[in-house]
T-cell receptor, first 116, second 117 residues
Framework: AQSVTQLDSQVPVFEEAPVELRCNYSSSVSVYLFWYVQYPNQGLQLLLKYLSGSTLVKGINGFEAEFNKSQTSFHLRKPSVHISDTAEYFCAVSINGGTSYGKLTFGQGTILTVHP | DTEVTQTPKHLVMGMTNKKSLKCEQHMGHRAMYWYKQKAKKPPELMFVYSYEKLSINESVPSRFSPECPNSSLLNLHLHALQPEDSALYLC????????????????FGQGTRLTVV
């Protein structure tokens, strides 16, 4: 089975400052990695995903993440945040293969609060 | 159209009621999912339908009954729920659950916020 640990439950940051949201995963098989964002009372929106290839992945809204296989990490970064980035962020994994049918296992979430 | 539409947005039901949640997508996706998200928790998978067949049931109690009448529609029938079933129910779809590796993106709806009284 696979699992995801998001190391920070809450991250406060000032506007225009950089931010890093940390994610570690555990799996005995190869996985795909994702970051989703959830605004209050909304569904989930995909920010970016790592399938294979380059370990630095760029996503929407200026976010990027780096896959580190040796550290089993997939941290999310943004060089300069905006008030509108205030939301909950979920790291997720799925098994690399059809038998998962795309099942996603999510971390506990990190609430990012951007202060003016 | 990259939308997954869920209705209703909010639902309050009694423990003896029967109700249904509906999910619709017109992206031609052949895999559809129900997730349950309790307050301040991550989403947890309940069911996966692939090509209109139930492929994964994560040991969900029988008071939750999924149905996939066609490739665009996914329902979740609710009966005799308990207050602890109150949660946000999220529907998602992806292009092909069997060939997940080829097109790995799940699109989520806005959810139905269910309150059981």
């Amino acid at each position: 089975a696979q699992s995801v640990t998001q190391l920070d439950s809450q991250v406060p940051v000032f506007e225009e400052a950089p931010v890093e949201l940390r994610c570690n995963y555990s799996s005995s098989v190869s996985v795909y990695l994702f970051w989703y964002v959830q605004y209050p009372n909304q569904g989930l929106q995909l920010l970016l995903k790592y399938l294979s290839g380059s370990t630095l992945v760029k996503g929407i809204n200026g976010f990027e993440a780096e896959f580190n296989k040796s550290q089993t990490s997939f941290h999310l970064r943004k060089p300069s945040v905006h008030i509108s980035d205030t939301a909950e962020y979920f790291c997720a994994v799925s098994i690399n293969g059809g038998t998962s049918y795309g099942k996603l296992t999510f971390g506990q979430g990190t609430i990012l609060t951007v202060h003016p | 159209d990259t939308e997954v539409t869920q209705t209703p947005k909010h639902l309050v039901m009694g423990m003896t009621n029967k109700k249904s949640l509906k999910c619709e997508q017109h992206m031609g996706h052949r895999a559809m999912y129900w997730y349950k998200q309790k307050a301040k928790k991550p989403p947890e998978l309940m069911f996966v339908y692939s090509y209109e067949k139930l492929s994964i049931n994560e040991s969900v109690p029988s008071r939750f009954s999924p149905e996939c009448p066609n490739s665009s529609l996914l329902n979740l029938h609710l009966h005799a729920l308990q207050p602890e079933d109150s949660a946000l129910y999220l529907c998602a779809s992806s292009q092909d659950g069997v060939r997940w590796g080829e097109n790995t993106e799940a699109f989520f709806g806005q959810g139905t916020r269910l309150t059981v009284v």
